[in-house]
């Protein structure tokens, strides 16, 4: 199309505007990631809790999915890498000798957390924040 017989000039000046086919497409759709998400699941007496409080130390107040609220502390391997706040998801080991004891050995990441939920793992955890 010319200048004349549209009346307009066009926005990149004297040239015509080309619209290419792939941005159109590629603008209307939405991208779809569907990687499996592999999530670590509880073994043998490991269980799923939320943190409920932070007790001071090392140590926590643990809802688990078993409906005990416990309390755990982070083993000092694992110190410097959980930093934990109330409402992190979080996999517990009781202790063998003391079932209201355990010790934290994993916290979720969000993408796991969402898939937890997706599973039903976590539904009987309520959020009372």
Known sequence: MDKQETGQDSAYGDFEEIEDETKKTNANEQP?????????????????????????????SIKATDGKIRNCRVPGRFSRKFWLRPGHFVMIEPWPDDDDK???????????????KKKGLVNNLDRVF
Do not use: C, H, S, W
Not at 34 to 41: Q, Y
Not at 47 to 55: F, P, Q, S
Not at 102 to 116: A, C, F, K
């Open 102 to 116: 355990g010790d934290i050995v994993y916290q979720y990441r969000p993408n796991e957390i969402t898939q937890l």
């Open 32 to 60: 779809q990631q569907n990687f499996p998400v592999r999530v670590r699941l509880p073994r043998d007496r490991q269980l799923i809790g939320i943190v409920l409080e932070r007790l001071g130390g090392k140590r926590m």
